[in-house]
């Protein structure tokens, strides 16, 4: 599971490689729907909730409110990614055996640490893919520009 999360995470920052400030700022025309750098910065910050704070104990310095109004280029993203990412790795890594499961801290509608990984990769999926198809709307706008 673990390396299924890492895999959706960077689903979503591959998405948003290589695009101008403009295009990753982009948000299509549809409620409830976000640019590029909200759902690369939410994907990574929620995956560190999940896995780092719920399930390992640890500080998260970040919150939720600061994913969603994150400008600018995708670099620090990318960069907090890689923090993240080592923090995942070793929380999930280190877990003893037999941990998944225990339950959840509360506050939490999921019960289980198995439950949670799950949600977790599931989140970064959903996320994965308004990413990947946010990027096609983008380059099909600009293609008829």
């Not at 003893?96 to 019960?111: Q, T």
């Amino acid at each position: 599971m673990r390396d299924r999360l890492l895999e959706e995470v960077e689903r979503v920052l591959s998405a948003a490689e290589g695009l101008d400030a403009t295009q990753l700022s982009w948000t299509p025309n549809t409620k409830g729907a976000n640019n590029l750098l909200v759902l690369a910065a939410h994907t990574v910050g929620a995956a560190e909730r999940h896995v780092v704070r719920s399930v390992g104990g640890g500080e998260v310095t970040r919150t939720r409110d600061e994913e969603f109004v994150v400008r600018g280029d995708l670099a620090p993203i990318r960069e907090r990614w890689d923090t993240v990412r080592r923090k995942i790795v070793e929380t999930i890594d280190n877990m003893p055996a037999g941990r998944l499961d225990d339950e959840v801290p509360k506050p939490s509608r999921i019960r289980t640490i198995h439950g949670l990984l799950v949600h977790a990769v599931a989140h970064a999926a959903e996320h994965a893919g308004q990413a990947e198809l946010t990027r096609d709307l983008i380059k099909a706008r600009d293609a008829k520009s």
